[in-house]
């Protein structure tokens, strides 16, 4: 079941990224600046993470569910971000 959830929000992660990157290269905002720096950080620590199959723990949890909760805070702060740079008056 977990294995299900990472895999999906894998997908979500690559596609969500690749709009992300999109939105970038053709508009400028303020929001980036907010953004970019926190969804590097997110890539970084999913990047340093030991496979989803390891059995080890990091600070009490299961690496698995530490990286669904990595990619989901990703999804969602990108989907605001996106969300955000659509409307004319943002929220920030």
């Given at each position: ?26 508009f ?50 990108i ?14």
């Amino acid at each position: 079941m977990l294995e299900t959830i990472d895999f999906v929000l894998k997908i979500a992660f690559f596609v969500l990224t690749f709009l992300w990157a999109g939105k970038i290269l053709i508009f400028r905002s303020d929001k980036q600046i907010v953004i970019n720096p926190i969804v590097m950080l997110i890539a970084a620590i999913l990047a340093i993470l030991p496979p989803s199959s390891s059995t080890e723990l990091i600070f009490g949890f299961e690496v698995i569910k530490v990286r669904i909760v990595l990619y989901a805070v990703h999804c969602l702060i990108i989907l605001f971000g996106l969300f955000s740079m659509r409307k004319r008056e943002a929220i920030f």
